[in-house]
Every structure is written in structure tokens, then in C-alpha cells.
């Protein structure tokens, strides 16, 4: 199955007392590349949760996103009741009564131990399975898209291919008739000449001028990979094909223009030439979309 290289997924979840929301995107690229966005706190994630990109896509510039709006709780901290009564009896131990009762609140809080802060490995543990899951759905949602826009490439390679088939074809008949044509062509300018000089055509002659030229011209092997090739072309587009063939299209594009080149360089054929032309702009254009797909 062609799937494009284009895709965008979001999921979002309230879990462990915060929101979190996974946005992936991607765009074409030759190989797979990751570029993860996670929140400092979160840092500890960023390795694992590329491994589990990469197993889902294998192709294209993907950008991750990771967003979290803490809870409250998180945010400001968690007071110590334990630690800060253990400091207020210290400090009824040393001073006067009414000196320890005007202490300021907020500098008691700056003491040691007192404000408690969940640790970054604590949250990025906490939040390490909701994360999972949310890209994992983010992947789903991207590689839908990318199966939706993925037919109808598949849709206008085979139209391509269609039209090099076509082309093809003709080519493939019209062939033997370039030498039939070369054979009175090649008849009647010698009789001319040979006329003058008042002598006659001999037909071993006209045999072997013509025998050379077929073999210099015959293109019946690059005309029967060329056919090959775009067996296997269908092959790769067709919906039954369920591995990625962005790489193998673009290849097999490749070769497909070298025989193209191979069958224009060996035929001096009008008809065959302009019919190689439009095969040469199909498989340009083959090349092109190939770019798109996964």
C-alpha cells in the first residue's frame, strides 16, 4: 500500500492530576528523522519515546510535540508539616515567645526540607505510560491520514504507468516496421544510384545493409525490461503490498528512465522517438510523486 509521507495526529488525556497532549507531524524526507519536543521535566522520555516512533513510521521528517499543564499541586510544591513543626519547636527553644509568633511566614518556608517539589525522574515515571499511549494514538491518527492522501498517489502513479504501458506498446509494434521501412528506403536509393552507373541492385547486398542496421537498432530486450519494470511498478502501488515503497519507486524509476534513454539512443524512428518522450515525462513525473511516498 502507498502511504504519503504528509500526516498530522493529536491525542490528549487528564491523567495524574495534569493534561497532557502528544502532536505529531511529518513531512517528506528521504530517511526517517525524529525531532521530539518534550518538556524539560519530561527530558527522561525523549529517548524511548523516539524508539516508539520509529517502530510505527519509517520514512519522512516526523516532529513531536509533547505538552503538560501541570496540577497545581505540582506546581507550587507540597509543605512539610513534620519538617517545618521540628523547626518551629527549635526556634520556641531559643527565643521569646512573642519574637517566634512575629516570624515571617514565607521565610520559614525557604528553610531546608520544608517545601517539597516532586523530583523530574518522579514525574517523567508518572507520566511515562500516558505519554505512551497518547502517542501511540497520535501515530494511529497520522498514519490514517497518511493512508488517505497514500491512494490517491497510488491512484496517479497508476495513471503513469498506464500511459508508459500504452506508449510501450506501440512502441513494441511499431518497431519491425521501422526495419521494413529502412529495407525499401534502402532498396530504392540504391536502385537510383545504381541506375546511373547502369548497373543492377543485388539482393544480398540489400540483405546485409539491412541485417546491420536491425541489429544495430533492435531494442526488443530494453523493451521487455521496460515491461518488467512496470510489472513490478504495479506490484508496489497495488493495495496488496503492504510494506513501505517510497524507496523502491524511486529506483525503479531510475531504471526504468535507463532503458527509456537506451531505446531513444538505438532508434532513429520518428513515431519511436515522440512516444519515448512522453514515456521519459511520465516516469519524470513517477520520480517526483515517488518523493511523496513512504
Do not use: W
Not at 491525542?11 to 495524574?16: L, Q, V
Not at 519530561?42 to 521528517?61: N, V
Not at 541485417?211 to 537498432?217: G, L, P, Q, T, W
Request: proline share 2%.
Amino acid at each position: 500500500m502507498i502511504r504519503s509521507m504528509t500526516g498530522f495526529g493529536v491525542a490528549s488525556a487528564d491523567a495524574e492530576g495534569g493534561s497532557f497532549s502528544v502532536e505529531v507531524r511529518s513531512v517528506n524526507n528521504k530517511f526517517f528523522k525524529a525531532t521530539m519536543r518534550v518538556p524539560d521535566a519530561l527530558g527522561a522520555l525523549e529517548g524511548d519515546l523516539e524508539a516508539q516512533l520509529g517502530k510505527r513510521i519509517s520514512r519522512g521528517s516526523v516532529m513531536v510535540t509533547v505538552r503538560v499543564a501541570e496540577s497545581a499541586a505540582d506546581r507550587v510544591g507540597r509543605i512539610d508539616g513534620a519538617a517545618l513543626e521540628a523547626y518551629m519547636a527549635q526556634l520556641r527553644a531559643v527565643l521569646p515567645a512573642e519574637q517566634v509568633a512575629r516570624l515571617d511566614p514565607s521565610a520559614l518556608l525557604d528553610l531546608p526540607g520544608v517545601v517539597v517539589t516532586v523530583g523530574a525522574q518522579d514525574r517523567a515515571e508518572r507520566a511515562r505510560a500516558v505519554l505512551t499511549k497518547l502517542l501511540d494514538q497520535a501515530c494511529d491518527r497520522l498514519l490514517a491520514m497518511r493512508a488517505t492522501e497514500g491512494q490517491a498517489l497510488a491512484a496517479t502513479l497508476a495513471e503513469f504507468g498506464v500511459t508508459v504501458r500504452a506508449r510501450l506498446a506501440e512502441i513494441a509494434e511499431r518497431s519491425p516496421q521501422v526495419v521494413q521501412a529502412y529495407q525499401e528506403r534502402l532498396r530504392t536509393r540504391m536502385a537510383t544510384l545504381l541506375a546511373e552507373a547502369g548497373a543492377s541492385v543485388r539482393e544480398e547486398d540489400i540483405i546485409r545493409e539491412v541485417a546491420v542496421f536491425a541489429e544495430r537498432s533492435d531494442i526488443a530486450e530494453e523493451v521487455n525490461r521496460l515491461g518488467g519494470h512496470l510489472d513490478q511498478f504495479a506490484r508496489l502501488i497495488s493495495p496488496q503490498h503492504a510494506e513501505p515503497a517510497g524507496r523502491t519507486l524511486d529506483f525503479l524509476a531510475q531504471e526504468m528512465l535507463r532503458e527509456a534513454n537506451t531505446i531513444a539512443s538505438k532508434s532513429s524512428d520518428v513515431e519511436i522517438s515522440r512516444r519515448i518522450v512522453e514515456i521519459k515525462a511520465c516516469i519524470d513525473r513517477i520520480k517526483e510523486q515517488a518523493q511523496n511516498a513512504e
